[in-house]
Structure formats: C-alpha cells, structure tokens
T-cell receptor, first 112, second 110 residues
Framework: DTEVTQTPKHLVMGMTNKKSLKCEQH?????MYWYKQKAKKPPELMFV???????INESVPSRFSPECPNSSLLNLHLHALQPEDSALYLC???????????FGNGTRLTVT | GIQVEQSPPDLILQEGANSTLRCNFS?????LQWFHQNPWGQLINLFY???GTKQNGRLSATTVATERYSLLYISSSQTTDSGVYFC????????????FGKGTRLSVIA
C-alpha cells in the first residue's frame, strides 16, 4: 500500500530533540491512525482520529503528541523521547472505522 | 478485549510448496484483515475478509465467522512471500481498536 505517504523514512534523534513525523493520504479517508511497532512484535495502536477529532488515545505518554490539521494530514510530534521509544511508526487510514486499513511504509525512529 | 491467536508462529517452506496459516479470534468481528509485512517493514493489505472466501492470484483466504477463525492459503510459494503475516480483527462490541495477532513468520527458501 503506497497511497499513504509517511515522511521521513528514517529519523535519528537525541533525547532532547523535538521532531515531527508526517503522514498524508488522498483517498478521502476520514479515519487516520498511528501505530508503533517494536522488533518482532505486532503493531500497537497509539491514536485514532475520526473526522479530524481524536477518538482513541491508547494511554500514550505525553511526549507523543498527535495532530490532525485536516482530513488528509496526520502528524506525530515528538519531544523528550527515550531510547525505548525507538521503533517503526506506522500511519494508516480507512474510509471509516471498521473499513479496511491502508498503511504507509512507516518511519523507522532511533532515539539516542 | 478480543483475543487473536495465529498459528504457526514460524514456518519454513521450500520454494513451490503450499501452506495454510490460521487465525482464531475470541469474539464476533465486523472487520478482519490479513497483512503481509515484508523484510523492509512495509505492511501490505492482502485481504479484507470478515466472512466468506476471496482469492488473489496465489493467495486465498477464508473466514468462518460463526466458528471464529480465518485461514490464509499460500500456493506455490516464492521467496518474495517471506515475511510476517498478520491477522487483525475489529470486534463488533464497542469502540475498540483493530487488534493484531502476533503474526506468522514465514521463510521461503530456494
């Protein structure tokens, strides 16, 4: 699935840095998701936006801050991360809740 | 919440062999998807199959919703089929997220 575009592909950041992950889709989907995936584990849901409103926050630490500026864009702002936050961060979208998810290629994040 | 179990956890196949991957789930679902995650981390949507049977080339899937399981068939496997296959389900009950199984790690050797 390449209809969901994530940037950057790779990111290395220090624990004091502030960075943002970006996700864009032009399929007219109204639900967008952030997942976190550690090595050899399944993706874990972080946040769900439905019609540009945050509908699910899976008890994610406040150092991760999502933002949905419009129906096509989803950002994840990162601040004061820990080395254990290093993972593959996946964005997905769907027409609505309950319809098929389409994933982007992910951002591989390393926190040093 | 809903539980999703996939089997086998690991599978090694000779190129050209066939295989069946299984996904069991503990509650009724209104969404079930099979994904393939390649060695580069890309998650490819294979099937959206809350019930019934679908086929796409060498792959096919069957979900028997009343018995709470789904099967993914891979025929004439190729080395490019290697990776992790995930089953993910969305429960009928409540505002719950899509839940992933732990995956089946497939290695196809030439």
């Amino acid at each position: 699935d390449t209809e969901v575009t994530q940037t950057p592909k790779h990111l290395v950041m220090g624990m004091t840095n502030k960075k943002s992950l970006k996700c864009e889709q032009h399929m007219g989907h109204r639900a967008m998701y952030w997942y976190k995936q550690k090595a050899k584990k399944p993706p874990e849901l972080m946040f769900v936006y439905s019609y540009e409103k945050l509908s699910i926050n899976e008890s994610v630490p406040s150092r991760f801050s999502p933002e949905c500026p419009n129906s096509s864009l989803l950002n994840l702002h990162l601040h004061a991360l820990q080395p254990e936050d290093s993972a593959l961060y996946l964005c997905a979208s769907s027409q609505a809740r309950g319809t098929p998810l389409h994933f982007g290629n992910g951002t591989r994040l390393t926190v040093t | 919440g809903i539980q999703v179990e996939q089997s086998p956890p690991d599978l090694i196949l000779q190129e050209g062999a066939n295989s069946t991957l299984r996904c069991n789930f503990s509650d009724s679902v209104n969404n079930l998807q099979w994904f393939h995650q390649n060695p580069w981390g890309q998650l490819i949507n294979l099937f959206y199959i809350p019930s019934g049977t679908k086929q796409n080339g060498r792959l096919s899937a069957t979900t028997v919703a009343t018995e709470r399981y789904s099967l993914l068939y891979i025929s004439s496997s190729q080395t490019t089929d290697s990776g992790v296959y995930f089953c993910a389900v969305l429960s009928n009950s409540g505002n719950t997220p899509l839940v992933f199984g732990k995956g089946t790690r497939l290695s196809v050797i030439a």
